[in-house]
């Protein structure tokens, strides 16, 4: 069964202090992987969408990487405002559906 | 640039009562997506139009029924309402398989 697991659940950074986050796929003919921030009581918010093995993309602190079998979203020197529950989703999944996500928490 | 908008943000409604949640989806955007996100929960599909015409339906109530109108907008119309309904409840869209773009949501809670 095609799926995608995200770890750790949780997370908790001290400010400055850079990590990565992990979201592990189990499927066949992937066509791409969406990540997205959502912050408490908010619509989850697009970040990146990645399509192949070796693809990165970057925005301000955060960097998504691809492999065959993972994607990992690399935080570096993480702010408080970091803090949010990351998700990742197959792209190519009709309806998207996202795992469980990764609490991060960024404390000053 | 245009996001999707959804209306109202907050809705609180008695037991048995009936909610009507709005979405306008970004314009040119092809599909429409409905996801409900219960306390602590990962988002859970509800349903979606292509078009106009549904196209998928995930773990939606028989209470709950959607459309998309001519002008693309949705409706989520949800009947008899139960205190487990309660919950932040998402519209996105998207174009051609591209990303999601979610609205803000509206939070319905149930007394």
């Known amino acids: 069964e095609d799926q995608v697991t995200q770890s750790p659940e949780a997370l908790r950074l001290q400010e400055g202090e850079s990590s990565s986050l992990n979201c592990s796929y189990t499927v066949s003919g992937l066509r791409g992987l969406f990540w997205y921030r959502q912050d408490p009581g908010k619509g989850p918010e697009f970040l990146f969408t990645?399509?192949?093995a070796g693809e990165e993309k970057e925005k301000e602190r955060l960097k998504a990487t691809l492999t065959k079998k993972e994607s990992f979203l690399h935080i570096t020197a993480p702010k408080p405002e970091d803090s949010a529950t990351y998700l990742c989703a197959d792209s190519g999944n009709t309806p998207l559906v996202f795992g469980k996500g990764t609490r991060l928490s960024v404390i000053a | 640039a245009a996001g999707v908008i959804q209306s109202p943000r907050h809705l609180i409604k008695e037991k048995r009562e009936t909610a009507t949640l709005k979405c306008y989806p970004i314009p040119r955007h092809d599909t429409v997506y409905w996801y409900q996100q219960g306390p602590g929960q990962d988002p859970q599909f509800l349903i979606s139009?292509?078009?106009?015409?549904?196209?998928d339906k995930g773990s939606i109530p028989d209470r709950f029924s959607a459309q998309q109108f001519s002008d693309y907008h949705s409706e989520l119309n949800m009947s008899s309402l139960e205190l487990g309904d309660s919950a932040l409840y998402f519209c996105a869209s998207s174009l051609e398989g591209g990303p999601l773009i979610f609205g803000s949501g509206t939070r319905l809670t149930v007394v």
């Open positions: 990645l399509y192949s």
């Open positions: 139009f292509y078009e106009k015409m549904q196209s």
